[in-house]
Nanobody
Framework: QLQASGGGLVQAGGSLRLSCAASGSILSINGMGWYRQAPGKQRELAATITSGGSTNYADSVKGRFTISRDNAKNTVYLQMDGLKAEDTAVYYC??????????????WGQGTQVTVSS
């Protein structure tokens, strides 16, 4: 239902752009977001965006990451600039989806690895 891509290995100070596309019989998508989980740590919010485009960022990424979405493509993006070693984590996309058949619920993507070398 959610397919994430764009992770990889980058040097500190570099940039990456993550994408996450929702597929299937979708009636509408409400909030979308990116979460991340570093080794040995709990999953934490990185950024979210509402259907209307309002955004919210974790303090640790504010000013460096930009979340956006293309509603026509049912896709959410995370532009990550000024990457730091502490941004190394598996990044998961999340979306609140109303399917054609069924009720609204949250879906998770499979995760994409981001590794920042110092």
């Amino acid at each position: 239902q959610l397919q994430a891509s764009g992770g990889g290995l980058v040097q500190a100070g570099g940039s990456l752009r993550l994408s996450c596309a929702a597929s299937g019989s979708i009636l509408s998508i409400n909030g979308m977001g990116w979460y991340r989980q570093a080794p040995g740590k709990q999953r934490e919010l990185a950024a979210t965006i509402t259907s209307g485009g309002s955004t919210n960022y974790a303090d640790s990424v504010k000013g460096r990451f930009t979340i956006s979405r293309d509603n026509a493509k049912n896709t959410v993006y995370l532009q990550m600039d000024g990457l730091k070693a502490e941004d190394t984590a598996v990044y998961y996309c999340n979306a609140n989806i109303l399917p054609v058949s069924g009720s609204t619920r949250y879906y998770w993507g499979q995760g994409t690895q981001v590794t920042v070398s110092s």
